[in-house]
């Protein structure tokens, strides 16, 4: 059984820094996206970053320029390196892995808090 285990979130000030990451516990074959979504209090789930097999980005309005999304190849592990925080960032952050034959996994979330 494949689990996504993420690691990294907590609490810190406006314009602080955070890195999440991301591994699966066993081995996924034929990923076609790894990505990262949150999810604040009273809203619905909303992407933040996806990174294609091919190498294509994609990055959420409100995160671009500040936030960086990296992978693993060989680890499996995805990463999501955020910068100049604020408030509006605040929620549970979850990785999304998606394989070709149209199967997906999804982290137990971690959360962040940006607050003065």
């Known amino acids: 059984q494949v689990q996504l285990v993420e690691s990294g979130g907590g609490s810190v000030q406006p314009g602080g820094s955070l890195r999440l990451s991301c591994a699966a516990s066993?081995?996924?074959?034929?990923?076609?996206?790894m990505g990262w979504y949150r999810q604040a209090v009273g809203d619905q789930r909303e992407l933040v970053a996806v990174?294609?097999?091919?190498?294509?980005?994609k990055y959420g309005d409100s995160v671009k320029g500040r936030f960086s999304i990296s992978r693993d190849n060989a680890k499996n592990a995805v990463y999501l390196q955020m910068n100049s925080l604020k408030p509006e960032d605040t929620g549970v952050y979850y990785c999304?892995?998606?394989?070709?034959?149209?199967?997906?996994?999804w982290g137990q979330g971690t959360q962040v808090t940006v607050s003065s």
């Open positions: 990174m294609f097999n091919g190498g294509a980005i």
């Open positions: 999304n892995y998606r394989i070709v034959v149209g199967g997906e996994w």
């Open positions: 066993g081995s996924i074959f034929g990923i076609e996206s």
